[in-house]
């Protein structure tokens, strides 16, 4: 998955685009920065849409096996 450098995820309750590329990589922002909510209100991706492809995410992540029912 490409990664946008000018991605602008902000440390607020708000809406987001859910079907922005980019946010994936803005989730990891939040999780890494351990906010409890974040906004793509001041991003310039906050209106690109674009349907995330199950391929292009990171399935070895820790976790996954149970979203995908991949471990009992």
């Known amino acids: ?4 450098d000018d991605a602008n995820p902000t440390n ?3 809406e987001r685009n859910l079907d922005c590329p980019y946010y994936v990589f803005c989730l990891d922002i939040a999780a890494a920065n ?12 906050r209106r690109t849409k674009r ?4 391929e292009e995410l990171d399935l ?5 096996e149970d979203i995908w029912g ?3």
């Open 34 to 45: 351990m906010w409890v909510d974040f906004t793509c209100a001041l991003c310039i991706h």
């Open 12 to 14: 607020r309750p708000g």
């Open 51 to 54: 349907p995330t492809r199950v």
């Open 1 to 4: 998955m490409k990664f946008a």
């Open 60 to 64: 070895c992540a820790p976790g996954w």
């Open 70 to 72: 991949g471990g009992t």
